[in-house]
């Protein structure tokens, strides 16, 4: 490689002047007439001439370093990443081969300096000289000649398991010459194939899904309606690793800090925000994305972290989801195991009480402004793999962290890392945010009927849901392109003796204030208007054997008729009067009431072991216009609220489901061959009722094309729409295309496909 060799240090007079070589040459002749005169001739005598006449030939320069990208990156796991420069992991061996103006000798002094930052020092850790000929055991790294034979020197560089992640800058020195190659800057990453480092992951298949496998999936939807969402991580595409290194040097971590996956996941959840620190993604829930992207038109991550490090400044717009892709993307990218995780019906409880309250009104439908808690039909957050060196002994393994800005954590908005094992055992003492994520995957649903008695408002408790927060926690299983449920890495069995005595041991750390409602205006409501008589719900039902199911008779797509039912079931002897009230509503993931779309009251009366179905049907035109004017993806939201008269009865049930659409269809060969043109087509067919407007089909294939957008603008009834892109991939193994179409009825239709490119 090329470089330049610069002599820092030269033979000076007392002026700072070059010494002339006949001064010098006077000085030694009379040195010699003296040794002369003592009887002491032999070598010296023409030794230091000599040395004068030849010093340019005999001093020891680097003429050029090879960094063997080829070999190091394959030993460490990194040859997927697009950049020129040498990338590998520490704790690990790499070899670098340098050539000499002339053969090493054992009597000349060479040195690599790795510096570490704008103001590099040995006292701090960021500027180490590694001499191959002097053990080095203050930085734990360490350096050793392989072979040295004529003026090329094989040389093996190992840095400490410890070692301070980021981008090293390597100069050569010999003597008092300084080789600075170009290209010079040696990105150093996490290594969790190496023992000592505190990421290490012992499962090869493990690795290779959580730090290596730039695609995936991240789950959406509803807790009993779930879907994927295919996603590009892109870790390894051009710029990515850049913007990494841009957002440590942006997270003013301490150096020492950069050496530990606690402080940097950390950091970076802070940063793949915006909100504090001008960080990478602005987050949005208005519905409104006019002035920049819709969350539900990303891909995936690497368009995002692209245009984030080209222009320095937040980009607009990210949901839970999307940050969580960016934070996967950044984790894996630096070496840190990652993985997206979804919970559904995630609570967010603003004070940590372990409840939130849901209000209703008489007809079942949900008063969203009346509380500062919510119930997400899901939410995404990561999970990051390290050892926990600064807590007790058993908390190693999988750590929650979660970028999307929903609460401050000591005056920023991050979260995280937090112990899964804490998470499940009650340990919510514990950094960072155990109280926060223990709450979303364990409140209890407090559920409040709000009636007019008077002209004044009465609040009634209607039951307590304590079994359905953080249900069907989901990731991407590993080496297999399907869900994972890990609900039993985060909480124990929903009412076994381990959940009540975790339970038992969070509530002693977090001080529930009770049980009345919390709300904005809590604070001057009569206490006279709350009933919060305590009832048991398991005792209740078991009086009647009440139950409530909801159910859709048809198909849920979008332009038809919504055929929804719900049964109310008894199964104990008598007679029973049911007074059911049932309501339908549009939502978005958050549980942000977007239209209140029907309801139906109706008093039933059930024999001993019985049931009847009420049916609850909505007609498109109810729902439709809600549908083209929020940007966001909507979900059907119902709840029943059932009372048994002449008891104390209460039951309440709420489903949400998501609307089913026609699929995109993929058309490419099975495999193709590097740097070979083949064709991929998409096509959709507009099965509904009602026209798409403003289509838009934006597709992505990682190693093969970027994301690319076709606008193919009102799509009625029974059309069909087909769009290729030729491609020709850069990288071998298996590749995989996303498609997503959006429109303004319409806002997420995935599908990816899988090739596979050999060379």
């Not at 006292?123 to 180490?128: E, M, N, Q």
């Not at 849901?465 to 297999?480: L, R």
């Not at 069995?493 to 750390?509: D, I, V």
Request: proline content about 4%.
């Amino acid at each position: 490689m090329a470089g330049r060799a610069d002599t820092s240090e030269r033979d000076t007079d007392k002026k700072g002047s070059p010494a002339s070589f006949a001064t010098l040459r006077s000085k030694w002749q009379a040195l010699l007439r003296s040794l002369e005169a003592a009887g002491n001739t032999g070598t010296l005598v023409e030794t230091p001439t000599r040395t004068m006449c030849n010093n340019a030939e005999t001093d020891l320069k680097v003429t050029g370093i090879d960094f063997l990208k080829s070999q190091n990156s394959l030993l460490h796991h990194t040859d997927l990443y697009n950049i020129e420069n040498l990338v590998v992991r520490r704790g690990q061996a790499f070899q670098l081969q340098l050539s000499f103006s002339r053969e090493l000798k054992a009597t000349d002094k060479l040195t690599l300096h790795f510096s570490f930052g704008e103001k590099p020092m040995k006292i701090r850790g960021t500027l180490l000289s590694l001499n191959p000929r002097r053990e080095n055991n203050i930085t734990e790294w360490q350096i050793s000649i392989v072979k040295n034979s004529g003026k090329e020197c094989l040389l093996s560089v190992t840095s400490s398991p410890w070692a301070p992640v980021g981008k090293y800058t390597l100069n050569v020195k010999t003597g008092t010459n300084i080789y600075k190659p170009e290209n010079n800057a040696v990105y150093l990453l996490f290594n969790a194939w190496c023992e000592a480092d505190v990421v290490f992951l012992a499962d090869e298949a493990q690795r290779n899904e959580y730090i290596l496998n730039d695609t995936g999936y991240i789950y959406v939807g509803s807790a009993y309606s779930i879907y994927n969402r295919p996603w590009n991580f892109g870790q390894f595409e051009e710029f990515i690793l850049d913007a990494c290194m841009y957002l440590l040097d942006k997270s003013n971590l301490k150096m020492s800090n950069r050496r530990h996956p606690v402080f940097v996941s950390r950091a970076m959840s802070a940063l793949v925000n915006a909100n504090d620190d001008n960080g990478v993604l602005l987050g949005n829930w208005s519905g409104n994305y006019s002035n920049g992207t819709s969350p539900m038109e990303w891909l995936g991550s690497a368009s995002i972290l692209q245009k984030y490090y080209e222009t320095k400044k937040p980009v607009a717009y990210g949901q839970c989801w999307v940050f969580s892709g960016v934070l996967t993307t950044v984790m894996r990218c630096l070496g840190i195991p990652a993985r997206c995780v979804s919970n559904f019906n995630s609570a967010h409880d603003t004070d940590e009480n372990l409840t939130v309250d849901v209000y209703l009104n008489e007809y079942g439908e949900k008063l969203n402004w009346k509380s500062l808690d919510s119930v997400w039909n899901f939410h995404v957050w990561n999970d990051v793999w390290m050892k926990r060196t600064d807590l007790p002994s058993g908390f190693d393994g999988w750590q929650a962290i979660d970028s999307t800005p929903q609460e401050q954590s000591q005056g920023i908005f991050r979260c995280g890392p937090c112990p899964l094992k804490a998470i499940r055992e009650g340990d919510v003492y514990l950094p960072f945010d155990s109280k926060f994520v223990y709450a979303e995957v364990n409140a209890d649903e407090v559920y409040w009927v709000v009636k007019k008695v008077n002209g004044r408002e009465k609040y009634t408790r209607v039951s307590t849901e304590s079994q359905g927060i953080g249900v069907n926690i989901s990731t991407k299983a590993v080496g297999q392109d399907k869900r994972e449920d890990i609900t039993a890495q985060y909480k124990f069995p929903e009412g076994s003796k381990e959940e009540r005595e975790a339970m038992q041991k969070a509530l002693s750390f977090i001080h529930p204030s009770g049980m009345t409602p919390r709300a904005r205006f809590a604070s001057v409501m009569p206490r006279s208007d709350v009933d919060s008589r305590p009832r048991v719900l398991c005792d209740a039902v078991a009086k009647t054997g009440l139950q409530l199911e909801i159910t859709h008779k048809e198909a849920l797509y979008p332009g038809n008729p919504l055929e929804l039912a719900i049964t109310v079931k008894t199964s104990t002897p008598g007679s029973w009067t049911i007074n059911l009230a049932s309501s339908c509503q549009l939502q978005s993931y958050t549980g942000k009431v977007e239209a209140s779309l029907g309801n139906v009251k109706e008093t039933i009366k059930l024999e001993g072991k019985s049931e009847m179905q009420v049916p609850l049907k909505i007609a498109p035109d109810a729902y439709m216009k809600t549908l083209a004017s929020v940007e966001d993806e909507v979900l059907i939201h119902v709840t029943a609220i059932a009372e048994v008269q002449g008891t104390d009865e209460k039951l309440t049930k709420e489903v949400t489901m998501s609307f089913e659409y026609p699929p995109i269809t993929v058309q490419m060969p099975e495999t193709a061959k590097l740097n070979k043109e083949f064709t991929c087509a998409f096509t959709f067919q507009n099965k509904l009722n009602v026209p798409l407007e403003n289509c838009k089909l934006l597709v992505e294939g990682l190693g093969i094309f970027k994301m690319t957008a076709f606008d193919e603008g009102d799509v009625k009834p029974g059309r069909v729409i087909k769009s290729e892109i030729i491609c020709t991939p850069t990288r071998v193994g298996e590749k995989k295309m996303i498609a997503k179409l959006t429109s303004t009825q319409v806002k997420g239709i995935s599908v990816e496909k899988a090739i596979t490119i050999t060379k």
